[in-house]
């Protein structure tokens, strides 16, 4: 049996009365609650139909909304004599933006960084509008006095809200996709690795084959530029650069 959308907040509160008067056990108590459930389903569809175009299935809306009609109806205590739709309304709604705030992120983000997130929004929006130009974040953290790194801390967590799919074309290319750029070989790894095990070899060298050895490879000198520099001739500075190069070439792994 169904009841008009005027009567249907005095029935819920009749009928929960009756339930809370019943045994624990008996029958009916489960009855009542189907029935005031099924009553308000299509209030809570219609508080789920607010939060629709954010992202979220309005199936999936409506879904957290009727799980928590079912809580409230089993919260709800007819001796608060508080009607029940002012109860369940705030109930459903709370559970709608603790979906949104915990359940719809891409990556894990801490919560006051999320609770700070709409607060940031709203004072853009206002700002904007007052001064008729996009605000500053330093204006943001003034008008909501908090700290500017928190600002830009929770303006950067947006991008955290819907992460892109790995399999995403990037923009202005097709055919290729985010997770092709990924695993290439870098070729800087391999010279982190040559000079993790060059150290120690160097170290071994006297120091007239280092500072010899520095100065061919990373100042660029000539020979003779060298031989001038240490006092040697060329083509002692030759022998020495071979001796040097050749013994770090049996020492290395190959």
Known sequence: MTVSAERAPKRAEHLLKLRDELPPDHPDRARIRARVIEEHLPMAGR???????????????????????????????PAQQVPFTGYAVPFILGALKRHFRDATWGMRVPRAVKDLGPQVATAARELGQQRGRTPTADEIADHLHVALADVLTALESWHAYRVLSLNTSPAG?????????????????AAVEDRMCLRPVLAGLAPRERRILAMRVYARMSQSEIAAEVGLSQMHVSRLLKRTLDRLRAQLPQ
């Open 47 to 77: 508080l789920a139909r607010r939060f629709a175009g954010r992202g979220e299935l309005v199936e999936d809306l409506a879904q957290v909304a009727a799980l928590a009609l079912i809580k409230a109806v089993d919260r709800y205590d």
């Open 173 to 189: 290319r097709t055919g290729l996709d985010l997770i092709d750029g990924i695993g290439d070989i870098d070729q800087r790894y």
